[in-house]
């Protein structure tokens, strides 16, 4: 991995297990002054920040959360990587509380490669209120390390953490008067003993090591802790997992979870979209009028206003719901039930012959394809890697989300929320037939264990929630400003080429791609070439068959409704949304494809066989519904 963040500033580094509230103390830390890129080499997420503490800088990386540094994952090799190669002046070692023991055995690891720590005993207030008490002290001085109680969540301790990282920043950089560079924090007696014994570097990952770091986290963990009585009373998480994990009720309650969610974003975004697609309207209405004051050219005027923002318009109406499912995706995860939607999730894998792991590309698809094809690195198993990876553009993303709010307002104004969940579950349960029958075909390789922690039921921070929502939601727009923006333009271009011909016309180039695609699509009950070229423009971007429609109709906002009505109907248009939800995968995800398949044949396999795949079920859904008398 080439050097990733420049050495001109301290390094501190965040460490942690998932779950561990790692990401709300780097919040608590940077607040609003993080950047949100990618690792170099890896599209994976890299989160950093600068911080100012008595007159003193420094850059806060948040590595990826991790369990051990030994595997092969993706996650855990960046971490180590970075530990490794970049030396940071200090690692915050986030350590969750309710689980000191489980927590440790990344603490010793860390002890091991001799880097400076400071922990954030983390989530202390539920460890309190769950009977559990910790002696802070006596844990610091068998680590060797200090250590802050802290709630992330409500910036308790954030100071005091802040304090000693800075303090172990200045001892490291040999700025505390001793004249020298640290290179590592003097180790308490017991994680002393086991480097000493320990001759296998800990990236070796030998079992005998790991068993030793399990045998020492215990100790530690046992000498320190403290129960009361009632601590082994059921705790209120225990109590709530009783009824939301129960055999019988556990799915249930997940899809009416996921149902509800539905609702929420549907509903409430519907004021929103509505003032926004009037705005854009009347945004529309005064840009050509100015224009066609101001003497601007006929051409100069449409493309402004029938194609930038009749088009980008179209789409932009759209971000309400987008932002709203991001928030409440947020805030299931804060409050602790997408670890259990995981949990469930993770039962029916094995009926499909993957292993417990894939679910996590699976869940991650759901915000973006691309996300959960690059997570199927986490699978140890090239077999599992590469049917994870076939299925994933199965997988409903945000970016269909704009077509099924379009289609399901219009057509299903009532059942909104209902028709959107019967998509995303059609794409789960076609993922996981076509997941089984590659299974059938792919024999199994190696096997690898699963490890997954249900973290405590919790209040979410709003304002952690509320950053979390933007960072994913601010993809949208920036997505929208660029690569949607630009194919907007193209679109316009070819609806208004040859000269001559009338604009958006069956005459025009983009006119006779689709006319020669629509009697393709006839037997599905969408046999236009609107339809047609809007599938074509939204194999690049999935948004963009909102905007193509925008532009080929002439109209944006709330006219792109009326449009969309005239030429579908009820029944025609559920078949669209389902040959959107499954047809060929975006450029990005194909691309993304590629470059983890390395295979030329595999990549063409799923640009090919969701393609035919959505074809037969569209005109299935037409057919058959047209013989019941819904056409």
Known sequence: MNEIVSRSLPIIAIAGNPNSGKTALFNAITGARQHVGNWPGVTVEKKEGRIARGGKSALVVDLPGTYSLGSQALDETIARDFIMRERPDVVINVVDSTNLERNLYLTIQLLDMGVPIVMALNIFDEAEALGIHIDVEALSKDLGVTVVPTVAVRSQGIDELLDAAFAAVSAHSGEDGSGQRAEQDSPGELALALATAQATPVIEQRDQAAERRYQLAAEIAQSVITTSPDSAAESPSQRIDRVALNRWLAYPIFFGVVWAMFQFTFTLSEPLANWLGSAIGAFGAWAEHTLAAAGAPDMVVAFLVDGVIAGLGALLEFAPPIFLLFFAISFLEDIGYMARAALLSDRFMGAIGLHG?????????????????????????????????????????????????????????????????????LGVVLAASVAKALSIFIKPDVSSTFVMELPPYRMPKMSGVLLQ??????????????????????????????????????????????????????????????????????????????????????????????????????LSAYAF??????????????????????????????????????????????????????A
């Open 469 to 570: 929502t933007w960072e994913r939601g601010k993809e949208f727009l920036h997505k929208a400003g660029t690569v949607i923006l630009l194919a907007v333009v193209v679109v316009w271009a070819l609806s208004n080429l040859p000269p001559g011909v009338a604009p958006g016309s069956s005459d025009s180039l983009i006119g006779r791609i689709g006319s020669a695609i629509a009697p393709i699509l006839k037997p599905a009950g969408f046999g236009t070439w609107q339809a047609a070229a809007a599938l074509v423009f939204g194999a690049v971007a999935k948004e963009l068959i909102v905007g193509t429609l925008g532009v080929l109709y002439g109209t944006g906002g709330m006219g792109l409704a009326g449009a969309i009505q005239a030429n579908w109907t009820p």
């Open 357 to 425: 792991k894939a679910f996590i590309p699976m869940i991650l698809g759901f915000g973006c394809n691309v996300t959960g094809i690059l997570a199927a690195r986490s699978l140890d198993s090239p077999r599992d890697r590469l049917i994870s990876v076939l299925v994933n553009p199965l997988i409903s993303c945000s970016a269909r989300l704009p077509v099924y709010v379009l289609f399901a307002g219009v057509f299903f104004p009532k059942q909104r929320g209902l028709v959107v969940f019967s998509l995303y579950a």
């Open 577 to 630: 949304l389902v040959m959107s939800l499954v047809y060929m995968p975006c450029v990005a995800t194909t691309a993304a494809i590629r470059r983890e398949t390395s295979s030329r044949a595999w990549t063409a396999f799923a640009v090919v066989y969701p393609l035919v795949l959505a074809w037969v079920l569209a005109v299935i859904v037409y057919q058959f519904g047209s013989l019941l008398g819904l």
